[in-house]
């Protein structure tokens, strides 16, 4: 099409950017709850992030190469980033042209990528990353601390401090060499990679060789004490606590340990190479389960613990192909918690669930459809968090236990290290249980109503 043997491949290219079928990305994937977020065109395999930070101002200088498989004939693309200052841009080696449009970095290579092709884009930036405001969260992006900072990137935080294709669908790979003053430690995802000294500075290398969504990335900034050890049942856990922060890193450690195993147990082989935690004190009032350790600003608690790491398996292995699904990772973690209290001497998951279901049907929050709460509820801790639990509770009700359990382990093994949506979670439970259960999961997850309560054995309708 583009006549190498004529004309040399850049001359021609730039004589013709898009032509011979070559077109633009989409500047978004297609997620309506975040019409811009991630984008069309490529897959991102490898993002390989190199950032020194400042403490001064909060600045950081970084440079950024993402490896991707282009799944069109692109003339140009996208990757998703807010604020700092782009000082250049380099495709397969090559500078490229870039603008910027609101979250979106523009990159217009000197050749056509064609479909299937693996490339490279490498980003030179630096800036002063912005803090995000979530309308359920609070604070997202990157946070002050007060000795560093820390990187908390759901829904959209990660565009703060590194171009990518922000979606949960498109995982990848990662490593990162940060440089911080001496001093200072730096704790991410995946496992240590090597750390070195250079005058005044330290590097630490980490790298994750399990695909991630990008908003699960976490950079952890500042002085922290380390325990780098096992859990009981022989996971790598890597956990790291602010020496001024209340509570008890060993505690920390052990909890962790203690909980990986047992989910493990019920869900299944633990899906990364090391579980952890970290404990810091940037001021948000939620925890995150960033892959492989969880943050826990401000300190932990073990059913907090249990939440978080139930999403190393729903929600980081299992992730979900589209916001809307976020009651796959809420309301599974949530079912974590009530099934830890019902086998630790606490209520039962029943018990749980018929507290939780007392609320008077004209309350306005059984109108939030748990598989559809809608961009403003994605987060809602009735309609995602609790009513996602009791969707689960319904189905074990229905199914019986042996079923209910081997569809928790099954849905994990099938999907590990993929995406997931509700309707193949339905299809699933109904393979497992041999059983129709449309009229349940309809009325569970789909209907903004008060559901009717499940009756046991019902073959539904
Ligand atoms: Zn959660």
Redesign the pocket.
Known sequence: MLGPLLVPAAAHAAARPAGGGFAPGAAGIGDPYFPRAGNGGYDARHYDIELAYTPRGQHIRATSTMTATATADLSRFDLDLVGNTVASVKVNGAPAAFRRDGQELVITPRTGLRKGGTFTVAVAYSGSPKRLQDPNLGSTGWLPTGDGAAALSQPQGSTTWFPLNDHPSDKATFAYTVTVPEGLTVIANGEPAGTSRRGATSTFRWASARPMAGYLALLAIGRFDVLDGRTPGGVRSISAQDPKASGDLAGLQRTTGEVTDWEAGLFGPYPFDSTGGVVDDEKVGYAL?TQNRPAYPGGADTLLIV??LA?QWFGNSVGIRRWADIWL??GF?TYAEWLWTERHGGPSAAARFAETYARPADDPRWRIRPAAPGRDHLFDEFAVYQRGAMALQALRTRVGDPSFFATLRGWARRHRHGVATTAGFVAYAEQVSGRRLGGLFDDWLQRPAKPPLPAPGDQGR
Do not use: L, V, Y
């Open positions: 389960e939440h978080e999403h990772n809420e973690a």
